[in-house]
């Protein structure tokens, strides 16, 4: 059974950092395209950053050069580095797995099978 298990928000002040982690298991995380998306509210899900299974990432331009995705095999647990927070970047935030499309990058969370519960980020100005 696959479960993605998501922690690290939290509540920042502009400028500050947090580091998510999703912790997977029930498959192979290292073969594994992944993502974050992030949901705020009264809005559509996003992607936020994505790692396909030849370990090239893609973010979306609004968080390129703040975040980073990364991935620790031996603990099979994806994180999100994110740096510079902004009060836009306010959301929850979700892991995702299980895309078996061709293309699996930031604009396409409906492509991904597996999610976790979501981690809160709120980001005050």
């Known amino acids: 059974q696959v479960q993605l298990v998501e922690s690290g928000g939290g509540s920042v002040q502009a400028g500050g950092s947090l580091r998510l982690s999703c912790a997977a298991s029930g498959f192979r995380s290292r073969n594994s395209r992944m993502g974050w998306f992030r949901q705020a509210p009264g809005k559509e899900r996003e992607g936020v950053a994505a790692r396909d299974n030849d370990g090239s990432t893609s973010y979306a331009d609004s968080v390129k050069g703040r975040f980073t995705i990364s991935i620790d095999n031996v603990k099979s647990t994806l994180y999100l580095q994110m740096n510079s927070l902004k009060p836009e970047d306010t959301a929850m935030y979700y892991c995702?797995?299980?895309?078996?499309?061709?293309?699996?990058?930031?604009?396409?969370?409906?492509?991904?099978?597996?999610w976790g519960q979501g981690t809160q980020v709120t980001v005050s100005s």
């Open positions: 995702a797995a299980g895309c078996l499309w061709a293309s699996c990058g930031v604009g396409y969370p409906s492509r991904y099978n597996y």
